[in-house]
C-alpha cells in the first residue's frame, strides 16, 4: 500500500485575525491605586485600575463593589477584577461613599460620577472610553441597576466632572453577581431571619424610610417608569438566603417583560458570595461574565457557525448576527459526553454565549444528543426542538430520551417541529424543511423547479430507524443559505426532493451522516448545489468512497472541508490537509492512500483511532451579502467565498 507523510498531508497556511475581544487571551496586568474624588464626609474616594498590557484601546468595564451600602471597598472584588482585566479588559474599582457618611442616593451619585469620569480618562490606561459597561455585586448590583436604568437623573448626576461637562453617564450593559434587585424583599427576609445588622444596613441607607420604595428596581418596573434598558447578566445562587432566588426570578420576569434583555443563570451549590472562593462554580462565573461582555463589545456583523468535533457525531452552533444561538445536537454520550459537552462548550464561549436559545435534536441518536446534560448542567437552553416521540425500541442507549430528556425541557420550552414551521432568530429565515419523516410539501421562496436527477433515482434500503425521522433546516441570512439535514437517509432525500426541488440551492451544506453513503444522494446533494459542503465525520465513520464520488461530483462545488482524515476514504478521495480540522492522539507518520474497508460492526471490532486531546471546529462566517469564509480553527487557514 503506497503511503505519504501525514505532515505533507496537513500542511498550514494563512492566519486568521482575532476577536476584537476575545476572553481566552491571556495579558499580564499593572495594578494602581488613584484619586477619583473627594466625597462629602472628607473621605478621599480612590480607583483601583487593573491595567493590561498592550497597546488596546481595551474594552472599559467600572466594578461596583456589595457590602450592604455600609462595608467594603474598591478591592472587595479583587480575585473577579483580575480575572477580567488578564483577558484584555480595563477594570476599574472604585470607592463609593458608605451608608454612615451619607445615605442614598450618594453612593449612587459616586457610580455615575464614575461612568463620566471613566469616559473622559479611559484613553490614559489604554481604555476604549466611548462605551463603559458594569459589574456589580449584591448591593452594588443595585447600584448598578439604578444607575442604568436612570442614567439621565439630575439627582444622580449631581456631582459635577468640569474635564467632561457633555459627558453622560449612560452604560452599555451590566453584569452581575446577587444583585439586591429588591431591597424590600431583602429587608423582609432581614426581618424573618432575624438577622439585625443586615436589618440596620437598610435603615442607614435608605433615609428617609420610604426611598426604598423609590430606588426599588423591581418597584420602577411595575411603577412603569420610563427607564433605559440595557443588556443585564444576572447570576444567582441556588442556596443564597440573603438574596433569595425567586425573588430575583421576579425581577427578571418583570426586566424582560417590560422590553429588557436580561439573561439569568443559577449557580447550583452556591450561595450568596461564592465568587469569594476558588472553585469550578467560581470559574464559571468568570468566564460566564467574559463571555457576556464579548457578546456586547465585539460588533458581530456575521452569521456564525461552528461545526464542532464530536468524533463522528454531529454538533453545529449558530449565532446569528444579534447573538442568538442554534445548537443542533450535541455528540456523543457516556465517556464521551464530558470530552463533547467541553468542545461545545468552548465553541459556545468563543462566540461569547452566556445560554443556548434553541436546541434542535435532529433524531434519538446517541451521537447526536448524548453531551445533552452535561451541556445543559452548564450552560442555560431556553428551548428544546425535537422531531417527536422515539420510533426505535427503547434500550439502555436512548434511556435518556424518555428518562432524562423529559426533565429538562420541562423547566424550559418545548417544541415538536413539523415540516414548514419557522423558527425565530432575530435575523434569520430559519424553515423546518423536514421532521419525523415527513417533509414540506410547498417549495421554498425561489424554489421548485424540476429536479433532472430524479430520473436516475435508484431506491435505497427501506430506513425504519430514527436517521429517517431527522429534523431538516434551511437556514437563510439575506443572500447566504444553508442546508442542514440530520442523518436523513437516501429514501427520504428522495421523496423530499422529488420530482421537484422545494429547497432550492444553497451555498452551504453540512454534510448528512457524517458522510455515510447511505446519506448524501445524487438527487439531494446536485441538486442543492453547493458552493461549499463541510463533513462532520470521525477517523472511521463516513467518507466512504459512494458518499465521496457524490459530493466530488455535485455541480458548482468549490471545496470540501472535513472534520477528520477518514480512513475510509483513504487518500484517494480525501481532501488536502489544509482542509483537514484534527489529527488523532498518536497521529501517524504515514497515511493510507486507498480507501480502507470498514469493519464489521460488534463487539470485536477494533477501535477506529482515538482523537480524545485537542480538538479544533470548523468555523463559517457569512455576511448578508453571500459573502463567507470557512476557517479551519487548527492551521488558521482560511478561505472566502466572495458572493455569488
Known amino acids: 500500500m503506497a503511503t505519504c507523510a501525514a505532515a505533507l498531508i496537513f500542511a498550514a497556511t494563512s492566519v486568521l485575525a482575532a476577536h ?14 488613584v484619586p477619583l474624588r473627594q466625597n462629602a464626609a472628607g473621605r478621599m474616594l480612590k480607583a483601583r485600575i487593573y491595567q493590561p498590557g498592550g497597546p488596546g484601546p481595551f474594552p472599559v468595564v467600572l466594578d461596583l463593589h456589595g457590602g450592604a451600602w455600609n462595608a467594603k471597598n474598591r478591592t472587595a472584588e479583587e480575585p473577579m477584577d483580575r480575572s477580567l482585566a488578564s483577558s484584555g479588559l480595563l477594570v476599574v474599582a472604585i470607592d463609593m461613599t458608605l451608608a454612615p457618611e451619607a445615605p442614598y442616593p450618594a453612593a449612587i451619585q459616586d457610580a455615575n460620577y464614575a461612568v463620566r469620569w471613566l469616559k473622559a480618562h479611559a484613553k490614559k490606561w489604554n481604555g476604549d472610553g466611548s462605551k463603559v459597561g458594569v459589574y456589580g455585586s449584591s448591593s452594588g448590583g443595585q447600584v448598578a441597576e439604578l444607575l442604568a436604568m436612570r442614567p439621565h437623573d439630575k439627582r444622580y448626576n449631581a456631582i459635577p466632572l468640569p ?11 451590566v453584569a452581575m453577581r446577587s444583585p439586591v434587585s429588591n431591597p424590600l424583599a431583602r429587608y423582609e427576609n432581614a426581618v424573618a431571619m432575624k438577622r439585625e445588622p443586615m436589618m ?16 426599588n428596581p423591581q418597584e420602577i418596573l411595575e411603577r412603569h417608569e420610563t427607564i433605559a434598558f440595557v443588556p443585564f447578566l444576572i447570576m444567582q445562587g441556588a442556596l443564597d438566603d440573603n438574596v433569595r432566588p425567586a425573588v430575583q426570578e421576579k425581577f427578571v420576569a418583570t426586566y424582560k417583560a417590560a422590553g429588557g434583555d436580561v439573561q439569568f443563570h443559577v449557580f447550583e451549590d452556591s450561595e450568596h458570595e461564592w465568587v469569594a472562593r476558588p472553585g469550578p462554580r467560581t470559574d464559571e462565573a468568570r468566564e460566564m461574565v467574559k463571555g457576556f461582555i464579548a457578546r456586547q463589545v465585539n460588533v458581530r456583523k456575521t452569521l456564525d457557525i461552528y461545526v464542532v468535533d464530536v468524533e463522528g457525531g454531529n454538533a453545529t452552533l449558530f449565532v446569528s448576527p444579534a447573538g442568538q444561538s442554534v445548537l443542533i445536537d450535541t455528540g456523543n454520550g457516556g465517556p464521551a459526553a464530558q470530552r463533547d459537552g467541553e468542545r461545545i462548550l468552548a465553541a459556545a464561549r468563543d462566540a461569547g454565549l452566556t445560554q443556548i436559545d434553541h436546541l434542535i435534536t435532529t433524531h434519538y441518536h446517541g451521537d447526536h444528543f448524548g453531551a445533552m446534560e452535561y451541556v445543559s448542567s452548564r450552560l442555560p437552553i431556553r428551548h428544546f426542538i425535537d422531531h417527536g416521540e422515539l420510533v426505535e425500541a427503547r434500550s439502555p442507549a436512548n434511556a435518556f430520551v424518555t428518562d432524562g430528556y423529559p426533565k429538562l ?12 414551521d419557522k ?8 424553515r423546518i424543511v423536514e421532521s419525523a419523516g415527513q417533509h414540506i410539501t410547498t417549495a421554498l421562496p425561489g424554489a421548485g423547479k424540476p429536479n433532472p436527477t430524479c430520473a436516475d433515482y435508484t431506491p435505497g434500503m427501506p430506513d425504519p430507524s430514527e436517521n429517517a425521522q ?10 447566504f443559505r444553508v442546508a442542514h439535514l440530520g442523518d436523513l437517509t437516501w429514501n427520504k432525500e428522495y421523496e423530499l426532493m422529488c420530482p421537484n426541488n422545494p429547497l432550492g440551492t444553497v451555498d452551504l451544506f453540512i454534510v448528512s451522516h457524517h458522510g455515510q453513503a447511505i446519506s448524501n444522494s445524487p438527487q439531494l446533494v446536485h441538486a442543492l448545489r453547493p458552493r461549499v459542503m463541510v463533513m462532520n465525520n470521525g477517523t472511521r465513520k463516513g467518507g466512504q468512497p459512494d458518499a465521496m464520488r457524490v459530493l466530488h461530483s455535485s455541480p458548482g462545488l468549490e471545496d470540501l472541508w472535513q472534520m477528520h482524515f477518514s480512513l475510509l476514504s483513504g487518500q ?4 488536502p490537509g489544509m482542509f483537514i480540522a484534527n489529527t488523532t492522539d498518536d497521529n501517524p507518520s504515514t497515511l493510507p492512500v486507498a480507501p480502507l474497508a470498514a469493519p464489521a460492526p460488534g463487539p470485536n471490532a477494533a477501535p477506529p483511532p482515538a482523537h480524545n486531546g485537542a480538538a479544533y471546529w470548523i468555523k463559517i462566517s457569512a455576511s448578508d451579502d453571500g459573502t463567507f469564509t470557512v476557517t479551519n480553527a487548527r492551521n488558521s487557514f482560511s478561505k472566502t467565498y466572495k458572493k455569488s
Not at 474635564?163 to 450593559?173: K, L, Q
Not at 425541557?409 to 414548514?420: D, F, I, N, Q, R
Open 409 to 420: 425541557y420541562a423547566a424550559a420550552t418545548h417544541t415538536v417541529a413539523k415540516p414548514g
Open 163 to 173: 474635564e467632561g461637562e457633555n459627558v453622560d453617564a449612560t452604560v452599555a450593559w
Open 470 to 479: 431527522s429534523v431538516g433546516s434551511i437556514v437563510t441570512f439575506g443572500r
Open 423 to 430: 423558527l425565530t432568530v432575530a435575523g434569520l429565515d430559519w
Open 20 to 33: 476584537p475581544y476575545n476572553p481566552h487571551a491571556a495579558f499580564e496586568i499593572n495594578v494602581s491605586d
Open 572 to 575: 484517494e478521495y480525501t481532501v
Open 200 to 215: 440596620n444596613n437598610h435603615k442607614t441607607f435608605f433615609i428617609p424610610w420610604d426611598a426604598i420604595h423609590e430606588s
